[in-house]
Nanobody, 115 residues
Framework: QVPLVESGGGLVQAGGSLRLSCAASKSFFSILPMGWYRQAPGKQRELVARISGGGSTDYADSVKGRFTISRDNAKYTVYLQMNSLKPEDTAVYYC?????????WGQGTQVTVSS
């Protein structure tokens, strides 16, 4: 009964694409601000992309033009389409939702990009 569950990670070559999905366990997550974060070995967790309940988006400079965050509120799901992947994108990717200042996190999904 984990609130958020990520899927879609894997191993790809540089220049490839992956689509991550984050499925919420409860319908109320459909109206929450949500985002994708990532954490590479030896580095702090960083924001990759976020989307408001109304659909406005924001991206880290490092992924602008390559990644797209979207959500399907009817399915309680948020997506991260990742194109033109680079080795530096290698990290564990986490889905996040905020409710009244409290952060909910998924278990993470590994993305590995080979050079």
């Amino acid at each position: 009964q984990v609130p958020l569950v990520e899927s879609g990670g894997g191993l790809v070559q540089a220049g490839g694409s992956l689509r991550l999905s984050c499925a919420a366990s409860k319908s109320f997550f459909s109206i929450l601000p949500m985002g994708w974060y990532r954490q590479a070995p030896g580095k702090q967790r960083e924001l990759v992309a976020r989307i408001s309940g109304g659909g406005s988006t924001d991206y880290a400079d490092s992924v602008k033009g390559r990644f797209t965050i979207s959500r399907d509120n009817a399915k309680y799901t948020v997506y991260l389409q990742m194109n033109s992947l680079k080795p530096e994108d290698t990290a564990v990717y986490y889905c996040n939702a905020k409710l009244s200042g409290f952060d909910y996190w998924g278990q993470g999904t590994q993305v590995t990009v080979s050079s």
